[in-house]
């Protein structure tokens, strides 16, 4: 840990989710769940509930819609130190509609959330002394993938954050209902010299950046090609939209060693959406409070991911405590409680 007030931020748009009722279908159903949600908020506030001080660099519209979000992110704990507002009579949030997979029907994702508030964001808007304020900063491919406008903010703040020594930590993220292949690996190269820790999965290392090989031989050409000190690969087995094989790999460029361990088998899954967040969370907190073990980001990493499977919503729930009970049961053999108390 640093002196740095801040351990994470990271910078993302902020989306309202509307979910039918159990696994009722979003063309049937009359009623929807209201919930929070965005990958880079989903990250800070897996982190927090491990211990970490972190934030959320974002713009809101001015509104009622937008206090609900900002009320919600205050009662995780999360900073909105470094929210800004759109005060415009269009400003909006964007959200998206997702509907519950049963086995054989998968899970669907659809977005509305073109022309949001957030879409605007400029660096103009933020002070410098952010750029000073924190140990790591993290955003996803998901908002290079939006606009023009929040590329080039994202790309700025990056390099901002990078002169600063701050660790940056980027997850590719891939939509391909927000971007091609080709679009996603011709800006992600870009960004790529300045990235410390870099997450992206074994099918979008072969299908976004072409590469070839196993996945660790995969991981370990990034470092070679890009000053990258970790990669992380998440490694998920979907038996059925209920239940999940989950597990990873982490490659430490220093050391040039890997890192695993035993996936967490047939996960009972009750909300997948999150849970690569939560990953992250996780991972980030093993190597931000170890000083850079990437077995213990390897351990926090799929516990908290693994947990998140099980929690209905966006955003994850489980604390420090729960996700080191998860992990010393993950490792103990012997027999175990089928209940705490």
């Known amino acids: 840990m640093s002196d740095r007030p801040f351990d994470l931020l990271s910078l993302g748009e902020l989306l309202l989710r509307l979910s039918p009722e159990g696994v009722e279908r979003l063309v049937r159903g009359d009623s929807f769940q209201k919930q929070v949600g965005g ?20 713009q809101l519209p001015f509104n009622d819609i937008g206090n609900f979000v900002k009320n919600k992110v205050r009662s995780y704990g999360i900073s909105d130190d470094y929210f800004v507002y759109d005060n415009s009579l269009s400003a909006r949030l964007g959200l998206y509609y997702y509907e519950y997979g049963a086995y054989p029907r998968k899970p669907k994702v659809i977005y509305d959330r073109k022309n949001s508030s957030f879409v605007q964001i400029s660096t103009s808007s933020f002070p410098e002394e952010m750029y000073r304020a924190t140990t790591c900063f993290h955003t996803t491919g998901i908002t290079l993938a939006l606009c023009e406008n929040t590329r080039k903010t994202a790309i ?47 099918e979008t290392a072969r299908l ?3 590469k070839e090989g196993i996945v660790k031989e995969m991981m370990r050409s990034f470092t070679e090609e890009y000053p990258i000190s970790v990669v992380a690969s998440t490694q998920r087995i979907v038996h059925s939209p209920k239940s999940h094989t989950f597990g990873s790999v982490i490659y430490d460029a220093t050391r040039k060693e890997y890192y695993e361990e035993e996936p967490y088998h047939n996960i009972d899954v009750v909300d997948r959406i999150g ?15 170890s000083g850079g073990d990437c077995m213990k980001a390897v351990q926090y990493g799929n516990a908290a991911s693994a947990l998140k499977n099980t929690i209905p919503g966006d955003l994850p729930t489980s604390d420090l405590s729960e996700v080191n009970t998860v992990i010393k049961d993950h490792n103990d053999k012997g027999p175990q409680s089928e209940m705490s108390r």
């Not at 491990?50 to 660099?57: K, N, Q, R, S």
Request: charged content about 20%.
């Open 156 to 202: 700025d703040m990056i390099k901002k954050f990078k002169e600063t020594g701050t660790i940056i930590s980027f997850d590719v993220n891939f939509r391909g209902n927000l971007w091609t292949g080709e679009e996603a690996r011709a800006c992600i190269e870009q960004i790529l010299p300045f990235v410390d820790i870099f997450f992206c999965s074994e």
């Open 39 to 58: 990958a880079e908020l989903n990250v800070a506030v897996g982190a927090a509930l491990l211990g970490l001080h972190t934030g959320v660099v974002t």
């Open 275 to 289: 849970s690569g967040d939560a990953y992250i969370a996780g991972a980030l907190y093993g190597l931000l409070s």
């Open 208 to 210: 976004t950046f072409k």
